[in-house]
């Protein structure tokens, strides 16, 4: 995308079979989708309800039962506590989740019926859910590394993956009364199942109970139409994961006045015994971003916390757009990288050139020197955290080959190391440079396409634009293959952009500068089934260490690629987001 002006009155650059796309206004959704739960094996514990006095002379009146503690544990983050989130999550050979019931006593004479009731927050694929018992040991601070191992399962049975609950005769489980863990595991399957959790209020797990005369055959009573009662249990609350509903107070246009700087230097490393390199790589998982657009007159500011608010997390990394000779990142943008509790890295795409060539640039011009010069002077006064910086993002559409147009491939690479080589000289140390493409094949086959790149001294991330759109199967395809799209048929030279960086450029982190999803379904998959997709494209592309995504309504060609263009799509994105490679480890 663009800056502010270039995106409202210039052409957008993203990937498309003709490369010839309108940009409209950037209006970005705000309502984004919160972290999406990963795919995760759950263990599920019975705790109790208060107990029924049960008499041998009528069949007792059946229960229903809540949960006194869940929680799930996965492998992609092994120190993350996820007592508090909303789901529980079973996905094969990743994710195990906890859930306890209190079971009531059976009166003598009777048999005892038991039903785990799971309420499904989003459709999946078909798989198997196994239920087996577990240790009593874990609290809802379980985390992977802490989890105790189920026993094995004692029934397995379909999912559909469709349906609003599933219901599992766990009867064998409960062999006398008190305290009931139960382990549920995806044993096969592909994409994970999500449940509601004792946090997700109607949609949380129930464990229901029935009795029967000791050794009938016949039917069991069913649940009372009328709400049931449940004991009351003595464990704390545990704190939800709601996000606060505040509406951010309207800002003021961002200024350049110089904010106080922070004596912090360096990016708070994540929590859950991963680590960030000085060129801001992680040592696990991903980082994600987003470029939350304003929606109608919200500010770039305002629309963040909305944005964040919706996906239910706090972003990692924050993208700006920015153009000489305003100076940046502005008060706003400073604030968000220093809130306390959510400190976010910011990625700030800046344009230096000021109407002129990329050859003018490159050759010293000297009204954008002294802008370069005055932002490197900003930098070292006002923000000395780590932070990413593009200069003149997606240049593909505007390259001129013909020799003295100024805006030749070569141009461009010498005006990227001039600008850089003179931050540097000036004293900027804190900028992780990033070479932004829009990657796609038509580009991609390009003569000059490799001329672009400005060199590894003083490229350290190098970034794509994707966007999974369009009715053709090149372009509706899943996250894996969309950073990495091909195109035979036109463009049979190019080896898609991934294989293209890591083969050219070893070594080098890749990122999706931007990155978004239109609301669609085409050949048998829908958006939620293209989110769903991101963690498995992760592991197969190890060198992409953090994706930013474009949230806007709607614009050509690519549609609306808010996350919560649709319920079933927030829910899938918040699954994502919740838990695997793209769970937020930044303090």
Same mark, same amino acid.
């Given at each position: 995308?663009?800056?502010?002006?270039?995106?409202?009155?210039?052409?957008?650059?993203?990937?498309?079979?003709?490369?010839?796309?309108?940009?409209?206004?950037?209006?970005?959704?705000?309502?984004?989708?919160?972290?999406?739960?990963?795919?995760?094996?759950?263990?599920?514990?019975?705790?109790?309800?208060?107990?029924?006095?049960?008499?041998?002379?009528?069949?007792?009146?059946?229960?229903?039962?809540?949960?006194?503690?869940?929680?799930?544990?996965?492998?992609?983050?092994?120190?993350?506590?996820?007592?508090?989130?909303?789901?529980?999550?079973?996905?094969? &050979?990743?994710?195990?989740?906890?859930?306890?019931?209190?079971?009531?006593?059976?009166?003598?004479?009777?048999?005892?019926?038991?039903?785990?009731?799971?309420?499904?927050?989003?459709?999946?694929?078909?798989?198997?859910?196994?239920?087996?018992?577990?240790?009593?040991?874990?609290?809802?601070?379980?985390?992977?590394?802490?989890?105790?191992?189920?026993?094995?399962?004692?029934?397995?049975?379909?999912?559909?993956?469709?349906?609003?609950?599933?219901?599992?005769?766990?009867?064998?489980?409960?062999?006398?009364?008190?305290?009931?863990?139960?382990?549920?595991?995806?044993?096969?399957?592909?994409?994970?199942?999500?449940?509601?959790?004792?946090?997700?209020?109607?949609?949380?797990?129930?464990?229901?109970?029935?009795?029967?005369?000791?050794?009938?055959?016949?039917?069991?009573?069913?649940?009372?139409?009328?709400?049931?009662?449940?004991?009351?249990?003595?464990?704390?609350?545990?704190?939800?994961?709601?996000?606060?509903?505040?509406?951010?107070?309207?800002?003021?246009?961002?200024?350049?006045?110089?904010?106080?700087?922070?004596?912090?230097?360096?990016?708070?490393?994540?929590?859950?015994?991963?680590?960030?390199?000085?060129?801001?790589?992680?040592?696990?998982?991903?980082?994600?971003?987003?470029?939350?657009?304003?929606?109608?007159?919200?500010?770039?500011?305002?629309?963040?916390?909305?944005?964040?608010?919706?996906?239910?997390?706090?972003?990692?990394?924050?993208?700006?757009? &920015?153009?000489?000779?305003?100076?940046?990142?502005?008060?706003?943008?400073?604030?968000?990288?220093?809130?306390?509790?959510?400190?976010?890295?910011?990625?700030?795409?800046?344009?230096?050139?000021?109407?002129?060539?990329?050859?003018?640039?490159?050759?010293?011009?000297?009204?954008?020197?002294?802008?370069?010069?005055?932002?490197?002077?900003?930098?070292?006064?006002?923000?000395?955290?780590?932070?990413?910086?593009?200069?003149?993002?997606?240049?593909?559409?505007?390259?001129?080959?013909?020799?003295?147009?100024?805006?030749?491939?070569?141009?461009?690479?010498?005006?990227?190391?001039?600008?850089?080589?003179?931050?540097?000289?000036?004293?900027?140390? &804190?900028?992780?440079?990033?070479?932004?493409?829009?990657?796609?094949?038509?580009?991609?086959?390009?003569?000059?396409?490799?001329?672009?790149?400005?060199?590894?001294?003083?490229?350290?991330?190098?970034?794509?634009?994707?966007?999974?759109?369009?009715?053709?199967?090149?372009?509706?395809?899943?996250?894996?293959?969309?950073?990495?799209?091909?195109?035979?048929?036109?463009?049979?030279?190019?080896?898609?952009?991934?294989?293209?960086?890591?083969?050219?450029?070893?070594?080098?982190?890749?990122?999706?500068?931007?990155?978004?999803?239109?609301?669609?379904?085409?050949?048998?998959?829908?958006?939620?089934?293209?989110?769903?997709?991101?963690?498995?494209?992760?592991?197969?592309?190890?060198?992409?260490?953090?994706?930013?995504?474009?949230?806007?309504?709607?614009?050509?060609?690519?549609?609306?690629?808010?996350?919560?263009?649709?319920?079933?799509?927030?829910?899938?994105?918040?699954?994502?987001?919740?838990?695997?490679?793209?769970?937020?480890?930044?303090?």
């Amino acid at each position: 995308m663009r800056d502010a002006f270039s995106r409202r009155h210039a052409r957008h650059r993203a990937a498309v079979p003709s490369d010839v796309l309108n940009e409209p206004a950037a209006k970005a959704s705000r309502r984004m989708l919160i972290p999406i739960a990963a795919g995760v094996s759950l263990l599920l514990t019975t705790a109790g309800l208060g107990v029924a006095a049960l008499s041998s002379d009528s069949v007792p009146a059946p229960v229903s039962l809540t949960a006194t503690a869940d929680a799930y544990v996965s492998t992609k983050s092994p120190y993350q506590k996820h007592g508090w989130s909303t789901r529980l999550v079973a996905k094969m &050979n990743e994710s195990t989740s906890l859930i306890r019931y209190t079971v009531p006593p059976v009166a003598d004479g009777f048999d005892r019926k038991a039903t785990l009731v799971l309420t499904r927050l989003t459709t999946s694929n078909p798989a198997k859910i196994a239920v087996a018992n577990a240790p009593a040991t874990w609290t809802e601070a379980v985390t992977y590394s802490t989890a105790p191992k189920p026993g094995t399962p004692f029934v397995t049975v379909d999912d559909d993956g469709k349906s609003a609950q599933l219901r599992i005769d766990v009867s064998k489980g409960i062999t006398e009364a008190g305290v009931l863990n139960l382990a549920l595991t995806q044993p096969i399957g592909r994409g994970g199942t999500v449940f509601g959790s004792r946090e997700s209020g109607l949609k949380q797990s129930k464990l229901e109970i029935s009795y029967v005369p000791e050794g009938s055959t016949g039917p069991v009573p069913s649940m009372p139409t009328s709400a049931p009662t449940s004991a009351p249990t003595t464990a704390t609350p545990k704190p939800t994961a709601t996000p606060t509903t505040t509406t951010p107070k309207p800002t003021a246009t961002p200024t350049t006045t110089t904010p106080t700087p922070t004596p912090t230097t360096t990016t708070s490393p994540p929590t859950t015994g991963c680590t960030v390199s000085a060129k801001l790589v992680p040592s696990c998982g991903a980082w994600f971003g987003a470029a939350a657009n304003p929606l109608g007159t919200e500010s770039w500011d305002q629309a963040l916390p909305t944005f964040e608010s919706t996906i239910g997390r706090t972003v990692d990394i924050a993208h700006y757009y &920015n153009s000489s000779p305003k100076l940046f990142p502005t008060a706003d943008m400073i604030k968000r990288a220093r809130e306390p509790g959510k400190k976010r890295i910011l990625l700030l795409n800046w344009k230096p050139e000021m109407g002129r060539t990329w050859a003018q640039v490159a050759a010293g011009d000297p009204t954008v020197d002294a802008a370069i010069d005055a932002e490197a002077e900003y930098l070292k006064s006002t923000f000395p955290e780590k932070f990413f910086l593009g200069i003149h993002h997606e240049p593909e559409e505007e390259v001129r080959p013909a020799a003295g147009s100024g805006y030749t491939a070569k141009d461009y690479a010498a005006m990227y190391r001039h600008v850089a080589l003179r931050l540097k000289a000036k004293g900027v140390t &804190n900028a992780v440079f990033v070479m932004n493409y829009m990657g796609t094949p038509h580009w991609g086959s390009q003569s000059w396409f490799n001329d672009l790149y400005p060199g590894d001294d003083v490229v350290d991330w190098i970034a794509e634009d994707p966007y999974i759109f369009g009715d053709h199967e090149n372009w509706w395809t899943d996250f894996g293959t969309a950073v990495n799209r091909t195109d035979t048929w036109t463009n049979p030279n190019w080896p898609g952009f991934y294989t293209w960086a890591t083969t050219k450029h070893p070594g080098k982190p890749i990122m999706l500068g931007e990155f978004g999803i239109n609301e669609q379904t085409l050949f048998g998959k829908s958006k939620p089934d293209m989110l769903r997709t991101i963690d498995e494209g992760l592991a197969k592309r190890p060198a992409l260490k953090a994706i930013v995504y474009w949230n806007e309504t709607k614009f050509d060609p690519v549609g609306e690629t808010r996350l919560d263009s649709s319920a079933a799509s927030k829910s899938a994105a918040q699954e994502v987001l919740d838990s695997g490679p793209l769970l937020r480890r930044l303090n």
